[in-house]
């Protein structure tokens, strides 16, 4: 299973955490929470209430919020 991010289109952490998913060549699966309420209910759910974006979500269930380069990189 791949990782998820979930994200906006406008949002500059989420661009920056999928290019670095894109340049190490991990697939992901991504998700938009402004076009689907469920995934945002999940991202909500995640953080006590919160919608930090990007949320990523790995196949073992655990995630990362904001992640800077440096956490996702050692995360992968």
């Not at 990782?3 to 955490?17: E, F, L, M, Q, T």
């Amino acid at each position: 299973m791949n990782p998820v991010v979930y994200g906006a289109s406008w949002c500059p952490d989420v661009k920056r955490s999928r290019a670095l998913l894109d340049s190490a060549g991990v697939e992901y699966d991504y998700v938009d929470v402004e076009a689907d309420p469920e995934a945002e209910q999940l991202v909500r759910s995640l953080q006590d209430g919160a919608r930090r974006i990007p949320t990523i979500v790995f196949a073992d269930g655990s995630h990362l919020v904001e992640p800077s380069d440096e956490e996702l990189s050692a995360r992968l």
